[in-house]
Structure formats: C-alpha cells, structure tokens
C-alpha cells in the first residue's frame, strides 16, 4: 500500500502563487493520481488528476488555467503549481493514488494523505 504525504500548504494572499508536494513512499509508483480540496463546511470536491505517465491530465472547471499538475516519477512525487489564487481556493487539498479511466471519480481513487491546508486571504 502506498503512503502519501502532502507538504506546502500555508497562507498566502489572494493572486499569489503556491506549489503543493506530494511524496509517495511504501510502494511501486505505478499509480494514476489526484488531487482533491475540503474546504469548511463543504464535501470533498475534485481538483485535478493526472495518470501514471502523465499521459493524461484533467482539471475541475474552478482551477483549470490556473493550476498545473505535473509528477516526477523518478523522486515519487507528485506536484500541484497553484497560480492566481482566490479566496475560495482555501481548503485543505489532498493527494491520492488509484487508477482511473477517462472519467475519474473519488472513487476511483483508493490511497490518500492527510491534507495540507491552503489559506488565501483577499
């Protein structure tokens, strides 16, 4: 089973610039993974995706044209380029591993870290 570690969170101001970590450990890094925010009081939702070539990215509509995924499969990481930021951005955003087809779902996804929190002040 795979373990997976957020790093990078912090507070930042709205329009800033974020580059959030995810670093995989405790098995192959075969693995398509994701990205996904809680924010307070609200359900976990989809922020983006990307498969174990990076072949193949997808992006929720609030982030696309602003965030970028990218991984380095050679240092087991997985990265989330976070520009433009607004308010509603803040949440605590999660890495996962799984697999997934063309029309990934929360479901798909079967390994996750515990969060880093983002914080965007206007």
């Known amino acids: 089973q795979v373990q997976l570690v957020e790093s990078g969170g912090r507070s930042v101001q709205a329009g800033d610039s974020l580059r959030l970590s995810c670093a995989a450990s405790?098995?192959?890094?075969?693995?398509?993974m994701g990205w996904f925010r809680q924010a307070p009081g609200k359900e976990r939702e989809f922020v983006g995706c990307i498969s174990w070539n990076g072949g193949f990215i997808r992006y929720s509509d609030p982030v696309s044209g602003r965030f970028t995924i990218s991984r380095d499969n050679a240092k087991f990481t997985m990265y989330l380029q976070m520009n433009s930021l607004k308010p509603e951005d803040t949440a605590v955003y999660y890495c996962?591993?799984?697999?997934?087809?063309?029309?990934?779902?929360?479901?798909?996804?079967?390994?996750w870290g515990q969060g880093t929190q983002v914080t965007v002040s206007s």
């Open positions: 996962a591993a799984g697999a997934f087809t063309n029309s990934p779902t929360e479901s798909d996804f079967t390994a």
């Open positions: 405790g098995s192959s890094y075969n693995y398509d």
